[in-house]
């Protein structure tokens, strides 16, 4: 502790004797000694890519990407976030052409770094042709849409 | 429904039904950890009774039964209490 204390104030000393003062290792207090800052990731995450296919892996991500799916096919969606929350909300809204709800999927994560979160619809007597599409909200804001055909 | 098909009498289409549609979710990223219920222990002292505990604890002695039924290892009658028990009091 004491040892600590010490090499973080040299630290300081040393910066500030370089009039160099690093905001971000004084935001964080955590210096080195090295003057190098380390910022804890706050807890925030933030949606990336969504992608479409009829088909995903293990890892949550869609293996066989496409916007044109059959009526019987199962339509998965592939959501990447990155960064750490204890709780994030992601809701997909599908829709059909005329503005009907066709389905609407919510699941609470609490991400610990990159991740997939996969969103599914079937239809057991198939999707009507047309235009669809999917958006996507994190904590009630829209994070993307996907356009998609049924043929 | 288009002006010929008011004109002559046509039938507006059929809205697809998605009544049947399964859908659902699942992530890389664990769920959310569930929050522990809040507990406090109450030791029990002369005169006590649960109705009395539960009225201090929760403003309203019918609530009895909740510290009863937290307690149901510790208390075999709900009539007899003894003095320096430890009671579980849930979060009502």
């Not at chain 1, 296919?53 to 339509?75: M, Q």
Request: aromatic residues 8%.
């Amino acid at each position: 502790m004491t040892r600590r204390y010490w090499t973080a104030a040299a630290c300081a000393l040393t910066l500030l004797t370089a009039g160099a003062c690093n905001r971000d290792a004084r935001d964080t207090g955590a210096g080195t000694g090295t003057g190098t800052a380390t910022t804890t990731p706050a807890n925030t995450v933030s949606a990336g890519e969504i992608r479409l296919g009829n088909a995903i892996g293990a890892d949550k991500r869609v293996t066989n990407e496409s916007d044109d799916f059959r009526p019987t096919e199962t339509i998965y969606a592939s959501v990447a976030t990155t960064g750490i929350a204890p709780n994030a909300n992601l809701v997909a809204r599908w829709t059909y052409q005329d503005g009907q709800v066709v389905s609407t999927d919510s699941i609470t994560i609490a991400p610990n770094s990159a991740e997939y979160t996969e969103f599914h619809i079937s239809n057991p007597g198939g999707f009507p042709a047309g235009d669809y599409k999917l958006e996507v909200f994190m904590n009630g804001q829209s994070v993307g849409t996907k356009d998609f055909d049924v043929e | 429904m288009g002006l010929l098909d008011k004109l002559f009498g046509g039938k507006e289409k059929p809205r697809a039904d998605f009544s049947k549609v399964q859908s659902g979710a699942s992530s890389t990223a664990p769920a959310p950890a569930a929050p522990t219920a809040s507990k406090r222990t109450y030791t029990v002292v002369s005169g006590d009774s649960l109705s009395k505990i539960a009225k201090r604890e929760y403003g309203d002695a019918q609530k009895w039964t909740i510290i009863y039924e937290a307690n149901r290892d510790k208390i075999s009658n709900p009539d007899l209490i003894h003095p320096g028990q430890v009671l579980t009091i849930p979060s009502a």
